[in-house]
């Protein structure tokens, strides 16, 4: 555990762990390697829509979706210094502009068609620099 990670808030432990399963899935699945750059979202969105291309049922990919939702959550986190929260809409990462963001339901857009995750990454990350 790295010493950023001991101090992050509580409500970050179950993104964590859902970020670190999709990497887990791409890597065995997919055999697709994520380091939490930006860049790596691009394969993540690709990903996303070639299971809705294959026309999986949300029900069998709800959980896939909230890993990657919570992986490019993490790539902001990492880039911007932002923390996740618990709020009364649920897990919503906060970037130190004040903003807040959420990826899973990005990646749930994503799957539906109208999201990217890597997109979300570029305006966060460029609003939390400005």
């Not at 502009?97 to 890597?118: F, I, T």
């Amino acid at each position: 555990m790295t010493a950023q990670m001991a101090t992050r808030h509580p409500a970050a432990a179950r993104p964590i762990r859902w970020a670190a399963d999709a990497v887990a899935v791409l890597r065995e699945g997919a055999r697709l390697r994520l380091d939490y750059s930006a860049r790596s979202l691009w394969s993540v969105d690709r990903t996303i829509q070639e299971i809705r291309r294959d026309g999986a049922p949300y029900d069998a990919v709800h959980t896939v979706l909230r890993c990657f939702g919570a992986y490019a959550g993490e790539v902001i986190a990492r880039h911007t210094g932002g923390e996740w929260l618990e709020t009364h809409l649920g897990l919503m990462l906060r970037t130190p502009d004040g903003r807040y963001w959420d990826p899973v339901v990005e990646a749930r857009r994503c799957w539906s068609g109208d999201g990217s995750l890597h997109l979300l990454c570029r305006e966060a990350t460029a609003a939390a620099a400005a």
